[in-house]
């Protein structure tokens, strides 16, 4: 969830029948029927001794003798985390957890709530439904940080941003702590409020302590919202300190470049550029820029020769991988996709390599080598979901769905976010004739509002 939240304070309730029993029914204000607590502390005796089965044999009978405790089932769902549980139970034990949350007058712990919260499973009808359940509770009790901070990150899941900006600001008031702002300043980069971005950086740095990553995420929200100068004067102090200017300069002076560039001004994209080359003589990559944005035809052809004839004598991939690094973004692909090639040939763990040469005969069309490429880097990888999404599409310009799917998929689960993902699904989907399924994540690709 948005700060970390995880469902460990739940699960540690179970670590002691009684004490664990007390913290997760404070708030319900009565404790499980006697023999319902007995078998819990029965099943955790089991699976300190070494029987996991005869724990799990316990708790679904205590499951089954209780069905309207909660805590006979979050300690099933914990237990079989670890023993394995059939899909169905499982589906059957978070359901049964979803439709007691949803009674607006039933008593539940917070923890169970971030429990449900987190179910990868869950769909968006689930995570509605939840939603729906914990705003009735806030109705009733709006300060609450818990509910606050569980309806701010079902929203977010949602992709309901408006809501969770709204309900993360009143965690914030309710109870203030920097995780709770970094959260906030992490849901307006998303919903691309680019003013909201760098206020709440400068809220930070008064409230709490500066810092040069909040300097340079303001900076370039205040440039993403036309405020340059004002972007110029918040990232000052950090170009003018030798420890991180490198880093300013490659995360906004040269973003900054490329905008300007982009947006067809030509000149002020140049003294930017000129100002970054200035300001660390030791970067190469403002000057590559340079002379491949502003060199003469002729001299941009003499010195693609004299890097190509330089180039065929290195063989250490980290120098031939920043070369092909400044090829790919001064736009030369074709030779970063040749470089890169013998990069990944010299050494074929080189994740990053890939990754680029994936990009590089994306760019150039090339599918088939994109999709080896992106698929080696996800197995070299596996968290960065961007190898799965550009995996997904490979496969799918090249008419293989069934096999995109997955890619697609893995790319979802590790940003459920991420809206190119959705809509490739929707595209195999609806290519495969699943036109309920492609419905669904055709609303998950579409942007919030």
């Not at 309207?68 to 049964?96: C, M, Q, V």
Request: hydrophobic share 45%; with cysteine; charged share 30%.
């Amino acid at each position: 969830m948005g700060r970390t939240m995880t469902h460990h304070r739940a699960l540690a309730v179970l670590g002691t029948a009684f004490v664990v029993t007390t913290q997760v029914y404070a708030k319900a204000a009565e404790l499980p029927p006697e023999r319902c607590v007995r078998l819990l502390r029965e099943a955790r005796l089991a699976g300190q001794r070494g029987g996991p089965a005869r724990q799990v044999e316990i708790l679904k009978k205590a499951v089954a003798e209780f069905p309207g405790e909660l805590l006979p089932i979050l300690s099933l769902l914990d237990a079989t985390r670890r023993e394995g549980l059939g899909p169905e139970e499982t589906a059957d034990l978070k359901r049964i957890l979803r439709e007691r949350i949803a009674k607006a007058d039933s008593l539940v712990p917070d923890s169970v709530l971030e429990l449900a919260v987190e179910d990868p499973d869950a769909s968006p009808e689930d995570l509605a439904m939840l939603r729906a359940a914990v705003a009735s509770r806030l109705a009733r009790i709006p300060d609450d940080a818990a509910l606050l901070e569980v309806h701010a990150a079902l929203s977010e899941r949602l992709l309901d941003l408006d809501a969770a900006r709204d309900s993360a600001a009143r965690l914030d008031a309710a109870k203030p702590d920097p995780s709770t702002l970094t959260w906030r300043i992490r849901l307006a980069t998303k919903a691309k409020k680019w003013d909201e971005t760098a206020s709440l950086c400068r809220e930070f740095r008064s409230r709490y302590e500066d810092s040069p990553d909040l300097r340079v995420r303001a900076a370039g929200a205040l440039v993403a919202a036309g405020r340059r100068q004002e972007a110029r004067e918040e990232i000052a102090p950090v170009l003018a300190d030798p420890k991180v200017r490198s880093w300013a300069i490659d995360e906004f002076l040269v973003p900054l470049g490329w905008e300007l560039w982009d947006a067809g001004r030509a000149a002020e994209a140049r003294a930017v550029f000129e100002e970054a080359a200035d300001a660390a003589p030791e970067e190469g990559q403002p000057e590559a820029i340079l002379r491949n944005l502003f060199a003469t035809p002729e001299q941009r052809e003499a010195l693609a020769a004299e890097k190509a004839s330089s180039l065929a004598r290195i063989e250490d991939p980290n120098i031939l991988f920043s070369q092909a690094t400044d090829f790919l973004t001064t736009g030369d692909v074709e030779r970063a996709y040749a470089v890169l090639r013998r990069v990944v040939t010299l050494d074929a763990t080189f994740e990053m390599a890939w990754f680029n040469l994936g990009v590089s005969a994306w760019r150039l069309e090339k599918w088939d080598e994109a999709r080896e490429a992106f698929q080696k880097s996800g197995s070299l990888k596996p968290n960065r979901a961007e190898s799965f999404l550009f995996l997904g599409e490979s496969l799918r310009k090249l008419n293989r769905c069934e096999e995109a799917l997955p890619a697609f998929r893995h790319a979802v689960e590790l940003r459920p976010d991420l809206r190119e993902a959705h809509a490739g699904l929707a595209a195999c989907l609806r290519r495969m004739g699943r036109h309920d399924a492609a419905a669904r994540e055709d609303a998950a690709a579409r942007p919030p509002g």
